[in-house]
């Protein structure tokens, strides 16, 4: 499922991170849930060419592709993501990929409001960029 970032509009796509290369608002189609006008969000660039994140009036996101010469190619799936993510909803994988154990149990201790080791949490929090350049997510904490 490809994800659009609230706030900065980044396109998470493929594994990758795209940043907005432009916010314009334009028509660019209709609807197929609801047949409503469909409004670009962001567009982003890719190597294979365009792609555009619109949506309708009624919150339906919808992932437009372009070639490079912007001859449509087809829609894709879309859902909005928070900019920041709690521990509580990010896989144990991913966070076990970055951080100790010990740091993931303080991280979510210290989200639930219960005790934790205050040094596991600095340790933690300077694997934060680390986390977020391999998962595109930032950590809300
Ligand atoms: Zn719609």
Not at 17 to 28: A, G, M, T, Y
Not at 51 to 72: F, G, P, T
Not at 94 to 114: H, I, K, P, S, Y
Request: charged share 25%.
């Amino acid at each position: 499922m490809n994800r659009l970032e609230q706030g900065s509009f980044a396109l998470f796509t493929d594994g990758k991170r795209l940043q907005p290369v432009s916010l314009e608002k334009n028509v660019v189609g209709f609807c197929s849930k609801c047949e409503d006008d469909l409004v670009s969000v962001a567009y982003h660039r890719s190597d294979k060419g365009w792609m555009v994140s619109a949506q309708c009036q009624n919150q339906h996101l919808v992932l437009l592709l372009y070639n490079n010469d912007w001859n449509w190619l087809g829609d894709s799936e879309l859902e909005s993501v928070p900019e920041f993510k709690s521990i509580s909803s990010l896989p144990r994988e991913q966070l076990e990929a970055v951080f100790t154990a010990a740091e993931v149990r303080t991280l979510e201790a210290c989200e639930t409001g219960q005790p934790y080791t205050r040094q596991n949490l600095y340790r933690a929090r300077a694997k934060y960029e680390k986390f977020e350049k391999l998962f595109g997510v930032k950590i809300k904490l």
